[in-house]
């Protein structure tokens, strides 16, 4: 569903490279992360897949079709953006929030009710309680929810994530990434995800990409890369979720 084909991005003419011939595959359904420490080219190699930022090189595929033939707003229209700061519009209501992209499409006022109330049901915000509140009338976990739902209004077959629980407490998060799953297998949606939790990557993905310094250093399935780090800074990155694990696992017994 999404491919990159040995895709880099400079910022300078091609003296340094934010992401260094990266080449990924997701088949349709599967959810990868993108995990890595700041500044490894997570968020640029997300925003090349919907074209807000456009690769200095190598080729992006989007359900088979290379996405620099498409219109850059139609191709937005396709897939579902949800990021850290949410981006709700403050004087709109959340029902109006949720399907503003439908308004701009020219979807009747009574379809759109009834859109935004399926979906924040389905993202748990009851609609009967939240449609009319505006953005500043929720908490964070909540708008965060909001976001979830807009990005869901357009029926994407292709969802991008750019650390969307990064801002929440532990509590919220939880909840948010349970229900982020459910949705991902209920509606077959293929996803990326970004983050630099590797206990949320492990939890969340099918696959897992690790990045540094703009490359991929190991590419693999959670289970994959617990038993064969096959790399340093990988084995490093999973130490934490394993002794909090065993951790636990010992007070418990
Ligand atoms: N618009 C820009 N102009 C110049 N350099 C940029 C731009 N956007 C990103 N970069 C650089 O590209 C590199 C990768 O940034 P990117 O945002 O992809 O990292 P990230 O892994 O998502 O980091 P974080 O976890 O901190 O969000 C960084 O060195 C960053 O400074």
Known sequence: MIELQNISKSWDGGQT??????????????V???????GSGKSTTVKMINRLIEPTSGQILVDGEDITQQDPVLLR???GYVFQSIGLLPHLSVADNVTLLLKLQGVKAAERTAIANRLLDMVDL???TFAGRLPSE?????????GFARALAAEPKV???DEPFGALDPVTRDSLQIEFLKIQKQLGLTAVIVTHDMAEALLLADMIAV?????VLRIGTPRELLQDPGDDYVARLLETPRRHGELVRELSA
């Open 17 to 30: 490279f934010a992401v260094k011939n990266i080449s990924l595959e997701v088949p349709t359904g599967k």
């Open 32 to 38: 990868l992360a993108l995990l890595g420490g700041s």
């Open 77 to 79: 229209r396709r897939i």
């Open 126 to 128: 009851p609609s009967e």
């Open 138 to 146: 929720l908490s964070g976990g909540q708008r965060q929810r909001v």
């Open 159 to 161: 969802m991008l994530l």
């Open 211 to 215: 990045m540094n310094e703009g490359e």
